[in-house]
């Protein structure tokens, strides 16, 4: 058997690159809503099998895979965080400036109940991690719920975390994230913003604490800002709705446009802050929100330049919008678990107000509609079995030159025929 040809090591790394690397994840901003790439994708497609096979192979090939490997380090659990803390000290004192933490630039930490120890050790990696780009916090903390609908209060990241953040990757900190009900503190989210003068994509589910009056007088300036990201993420349930200190953040970013130049892509619970809009909204390009207000129409009037709408379904009060540049709709479901339902419930409850929102688009005055996308997966994942619906708004889109597809892009088979319920639009 011939040997294998002699392959610099600058061609391996280049090879092990497309095979290790998750495309998309090192991204420094949130992916296009319509993108067929999604957030939640990524961090599964992680193949540790052989990850840990090619480690094996030689001493060359694990330096190497091992540096793209701690290019992004996913913690979702006590005894992980310790491991990883623990290795990245010791490479940090036997290999130099080249240690592991100097590759890693994505750090996602996902813990449920974390140890007050297990922050400490967050904090402990965090201080090796020069080059970090992206810094997501799902950490989340359950409580003993009184009834059905408790909504699990806010619990503060620790300090030591901020800290640990700034003095280590202050200069090389993009985007930054907290999606459950672990945030930041008013202080130190304040220190944060005041110091990642390179940040682009910031999301918050909620602020930890009352908003001190020292901060109310704050000329604050994110300048390379691009998208902002308020509430519990995609859901936008009612738990967002009032949320004072999210309120707070709008106000306080409401003073002039210098503020925030960059800004293209909102998130949040509407209505968002009238004030913020009127100073910010013919920045933004896209907008992802509930459509449960009559505001509505006046929210995205503010916004001139819009290009897409997300709403998410079954808040699907619309209206009639009127709009000169929007080029992209889309009807996102409020889960993307799946859900089973009895066909009448799901006629009722998902596909007559699905038919009646689709009528308002149709009827609202944009010029400029492309593409109007129904994501069916979730709550929506059932529209598949109404070929009636998706052949009468396919053809209805189609005569209009727009286009009408399905989750990440794929257009609808609408012409297999379907169950006995499946006709029930057939007569709408």
């Given amino acids: 058997m011939p040997l294998p040809p002699n392959i610099p090591v600058e061609v391996w790394r280049h090879i092990f690159?497309?095979?290790v690397r998750i495309p998309g994840l090192l991204l420094t901003d949130r992916t296009d809503p319509f993108s067929p790439i999604r957030e939640t994708d990524l961090l599964c497609e992680?193949?540790?099998?052989?990850q840990a096979a090619m480690l094996l192979v030689c001493k060359s090939w694990h330096s190497m895979i091992s540096e793209l490997i701690h290019e992004?380090?996913?913690?979702?659990?006590?005894?992980q965080v310790d491991v990883i803390a623990s290795r990245f000290e010791h490479s940090k004192l036997h290999d130099g400036r080249r240690h592991l933490g100097?590759?890693?630039?994505?750090?996602d930490v996902s813990i449920h109940n974390p140890t007050p120890n297990a922050m400490t050790n967050l904090a402990r990696i965090l201080r090796c991690t020069p080059n970090l780009e992206i810094f997501t916090n799902s950490n989340s903390y359950t409580t003993l719920s009184v009834g059905s609908h408790h909504i699990p209060p806010p619990f503060p990241t620790p300090s030591d975390v901020v800290q640990a953040l700034l003095s280590t990757s202050a200069s090389t900190l993009h985007r930054l994230e907290w999606t459950c009900n672990e945030c930041p503190s008013w202080d130190d989210l304040m220190t944060l913003l005041r110091s990642l003068h390179g940040l682009c994509s910031l999301t918050l589910a909620n602020i930890h604490g009352s908003y001190p009056e020292k901060i109310k007088k704050e000329h604050l300036k994110l300048p390379n800002l691009r998208t902002l990201i308020l509430g519990d993420?995609?859901?936008f349930s009612h738990a967002s709705l009032g949320n004072v200190p999210l309120n707070a953040l709008l106000t306080m970013l409401s003073d002039s446009s210098d503020q925030l130049p960059s800004l293209q892509r909102?998130?949040?619970?509407?209505?968002?802050?009238?004030?913020?809009l009127s100073m910010h909204g013919y920045k933004i390009r896209i907008i992802r929100t509930v459509a449960y207000t009559p505001l509505?129409?006046?929210i995205i009037a503010e916004c001139p330049n819009l290009e897409t709408f997300i709403t998410i379904f079954p808040h699907q009060f619309l209206d009639r919008l009127t709009h000169s540049s929007l080029r992209r709709i889309g009807i996102f479901p409020i889960s993307e678990d799946m859900v089973g339902v009895p066909a009448q419930i799901f006629s009722a409850y998902i596909m007559k107000p699905l038919e009646d929102l689709m009528c308002q688009i149709?009827?609202?005055?944009?010029?400029?509609?492309?593409?109007?996308r129904l994501r069916n997966v979730g709550t929506l994942g059932g529209v598949i079995n109404y070929p009636g619906f998706i052949r009468k708004w396919r053809d209805r889109w189609n005569s209009r030159g727009v286009l009408f597809d399905g989750r990440d892009g794929h257009p609808f088979n609408a012409d297999v025929p379907g169950k006995s319920q499946l006709s029930w639009h057939d007569n709408h």
């Fill in 102 to 107: 100097t590759h890693t630039r994505r750090i």
């Fill in 17 to 19: 690159v497309q095979i």
């Fill in 46 to 50: 992680r193949d540790l099998r052989t």
């Fill in 296 to 298: 509505l129409p006046d």
């Fill in 233 to 235: 993420s995609p859901s």
């Fill in 72 to 79: 992004h380090v996913h913690l979702t659990s006590v005894w």
């Fill in 362 to 372: 149709e009827q609202s005055d944009l010029p400029s509609l492309t593409h109007v």
């Fill in 266 to 276: 909102l998130e949040g619970f509407s209505p968002f802050s009238p004030t913020f």
